[in-house]
Nanobody, 119 residues
């Protein structure tokens, strides 16, 4: 299984970035997809997750990103996205794409993409 994330970079506070992650190597039917992040000197934390079926309406967010970040997925492409608006310096971290049977305990992890927000 491979998870290839892209879209990270340097942005000023208040700006936007869109992360993408394409999964390959097996069927992901029924799997959650999501994003975690790890800031320098801090533990890795859950950012956002989305269920396989959008009709179930299961998206979850870390409280501090609610209203600013939006997670979505394209099941035909096995791809998950994270639209990040109104970015803050505290959003600076390496962002990891994940997938698996449990949203908070994913089985598979991508290599990470760095997001740096300057003040």
């Amino acid at each position: 299984v491979q998870l290839q994330a892209s879209g990270g970079g340097l942005v000023q506070a208040g700006g936007s970035l869109r992360l993408s992650c394409a999964a390959s190597g097996r069927s992901f039917s029924g799997y959650y997809m999501g994003w975690f992040r790890q800031a320098p000197g801090k533990e890795r934390e859950f950012v956002a997750g989305i269920s396989w079926s959008i009709s179930i309406g299961s998206t979850l967010y870390k409280d501090s990103v609610k209203g600013r970040f939006t997670i979505s997925r394209d099941n035909a492409k096995n791809t998950v996205y994270l639209q990040m608006n109104s970015l803050k310096p505290e959003d600076t971290a390496v962002y990891y794409c994940t997938t698996g049977g449990r949203m908070y305990e994913p089985t598979y992890w991508g290599q990470g993409t760095l997001v740096t927000v300057s003040s």
